[in-house]
């Protein structure tokens, strides 16, 4: 995996200062994400969960302590496309995720070696994404996790981002705060694929999750609600995934 972090550091790198400048002119970030998705053979998959656990979750965990990085965590595909595994972390500026980044990666000893080529021969391919946190709320995490991964028209997101913090935020908060699900996000893109936002909620169980997301569904777009029915028009694509939380420290 080592390669693959330095061609992709290459790349933020380059793209860095643009991404600085424009988030100079706006009011202050609330954070970013990095976060990989894997394509992994399915039945070893487990045998990649084993080899994070050693390989990967002590390195992140003292990350955390020392304040490297805001927080990290590893899910397993449950519903969804065909990313099989998520491995994310965060830091409250662009600068501290690309340093982190490195300095995890410097972190690794030689003996980690062999298990990172076996991780790679199960998880051949993945995605890398930097995500933006823009609005959020709920300070507990449940251990299943609902993503939604929206394709937007890159000319009016700004506009969906706005409709989603007036209007669909206090939605989301009254489903926190009654008890329907423990946490959720609202996230922009920064660097990677054709993903434009992201939106997550996280709860006990996933049955609950889905029977939460259905009344959320109606809230955000029934009654022939115009900030719905606009938001849909910006953003009209999505993927749907359901995570298991394997891993995660904050």
């Avoid at 709320?137 to 449940?142: N, P």
């Avoid at 996000?185 to 939106?199: A, D, E, M, P, T």
């Amino acid at each position: 995996m080592r390669n693959a972090y330095k061609h992709l550091m290459l790349v933020l790198m380059a793209a860095l200062p643009m991404a600085v400048a424009a988030q100079g002119e706006e009011e202050e970030s609330k954070g970013y994400i990095y976060a990989t998705y894997f394509y992994c053979e399915a039945g070893k998959a487990d045998r990649a969960d084993e080899i994070i656990k050693q390989n990967d979750a002590p390195i992140f965990d003292k990350a955390v302590k020392d304040g490297t990085i805001g927080g990290w965590g590893w899910f397993a595909h449950h519903t969804g496309g065909l990313w099989r595994r998520l491995q994310y972390y965060t830091a409250p500026t662009l600068d501290d995720l690309l340093d982190a980044q490195a300095a995890m990666e410097e972190s690794r000893g030689d003996d980690a070696e062999e298990l990172g080529k076996e991780f790679g021969s199960i998880c051949r391919a993945h995605q890398d994404y930097i995500w933006e946190r823009l609005v959020g709320g709920g300070d507990d995490r449940g251990a299943a996790a609902f993503s939604v991964y929206y394709v937007c028209d890159e000319s009016r997101e700004e506009r969906a981002d706005e409709i989603f913090e007036n209007d669909f935020a206090p939605i989301f908060n009254k489903f926190v705060a009654d008890g329907k699900f423990a946490n959720w996000g609202w996230n922009s893109h920064w660097v990677g694929g054709k993903y434009r936002r992201l939106q997550t909620i996280s709860g006990t169980d996933h049955k609950s999750l889905l029977a939460a997301r259905g009344e959320l569904i109606e809230a955000m777009y029934g009654n022939d609600n115009k900030a719905g029915e606009e938001f849909s028009s910006i953003c009209g694509s999505h993927e749907d995934y359901m995570w298991d939380i394997e891993l995660e420290t904050s």
